[in-house]
């Protein structure tokens, strides 16, 4: 089975600068999230989608950062501009939910954001 | 109060030792509950899925006290291999699509 594909792996940008991330999760698996994980920390839940639609983006910071996921497929995560405590790892996950249980997620090997 | 919390660690231990981490969390609705284990550099891994009666996979026992809101993980026999990041993880609540919360994680040194 193949995994939640992530793109770029790493990028540097200077701040006020835009950037997108790209994901695609595991086939079949209609719930995405986006979490941002600074370091020392563990992930944080930016937003989640189940199939094209927004469950939860109440952590998402609407002024600069948004996301999509048009054909409840892949999706892309975009911040603009960036500022430097925007300096993290963006995971991407996908997880299988059945019978009202979450079976866990899988996640990306995520893109490690540097902005200067 | 956080909704998942974690020992603070660093948790540095001799190979062959057993080691105990533990994680409360604040909403008493939760459903779901995990360990992730995170190496350096790496995203994160379903370790293990913890249930009610309490699960055993190897050398890895959790444990779940819902009155206490208090989850467990412990280690046994421990190797150089186990040295990593773990993080408690609870779903956020039942309505919201089964998010999950994740602590901020202890860190792991199993040493020679």
Known sequence: EAGVAQSPRYKIIEKRQSVAFWCNPISGHATLYWYQQILGQGPKLLIQFQNNGVVDDSQLPKDRFSAERLKGVDSTLKIQPAKLEDSAVYLCASSLVSGGYNYGYTFGSGTRLTVV | ?112
């Open chain 2, 1 to 112: 109060r956080k909704e998942v919390e974690q020992d603070p660690g660093p948790f540095n231990v001799p190979e062959g030792a057993t080691v105990a981490f533990n994680c409360t969390y604040s909403n008493s609705a939760s459903q779901s509950f995990f360990w992730y284990r995170q190496d350096c550099r790496k995203e994160p891994k379903l370790l293990m899925s913890v249930y009610s009666s309490g699960n055993e996979d190897g050398r890895f026992t959790a444990q779940l006290n819902r009155a206490s809101q208090y989850i467990s993980l412990l280690i046994r026999d421990s190797k150089l291999s186990d040295s990593a990041t773990y993080l408690c993880v609870v779903n956020k609540d039942s309505n919201s699509g089964y998010a999950l919360n994740f602590g901020k994680g202890t860190s792991l040194l199993v040493t020679p």
